[in-house]
Nanobody, 122 residues
Framework: QVQLVESGGGLVQAGGSLRLSCAASGRSLSRYAMGWFRQAPGKEREPVAHISWNGGSTLYADSVKGRFTISRDNAKNTVYLQMNSLKPEDTAVYYC???????????????WGQGTQVTVFS
């Protein structure tokens, strides 16, 4: 399994930006499609963004489209989530996850990070 550690969360005013990082160890992230998820208090975890294993395609939840950007740096074994124009409703714990199978953009997510808190105040 891939071990994942998120960082970069924090407290930010509405309209501000944060960049989350998801650093991997144990295996090369370059073989795995990756996703970012978030869970707000009292709500279910929801997908935010996805990047294919080869980095060729990205997907976003409608609520973050145009504001968030997912990217990957295989040399650093890290995936990022650039979050701009943040809103109070973006407040949540953000998790990164790796697909269970290598070289596939579908299937279950097999590895999860511990999460990083993002709080947006107005």
């Amino acid at each position: 399994q891939v071990q994942l550690v998120e960082s970069g969360g924090g407290l930010v005013q509405a309209g501000g930006s944060l960049r989350l990082s998801c650093a991997a160890s144990g295996r090369s992230l370059s073989r795995y499609a990756m996703g970012w998820f978030r869970q707000a208090p009292g709500k279910e975890r929801e997908p935010v963004a996805h990047i294919s294993w080869n980095g060729g395609s990205t997907l976003y939840a409608d609520s973050v489209k145009g504001r968030f950007t997912i990217s990957r740096d295989n040399a650093k074994n890290t995936v990022y989530l650039q979050m701009n124009s943040l809103k109070p409703e973006d407040t949540a714990v953000y998790y990164c996850a790796a697909r269970q199978s290598m070289f596939r953009d579908d299937g279950q997510f097999g590895s999860w990070g511990q999460g990083t808190q993002v709080t947006v105040f107005s």
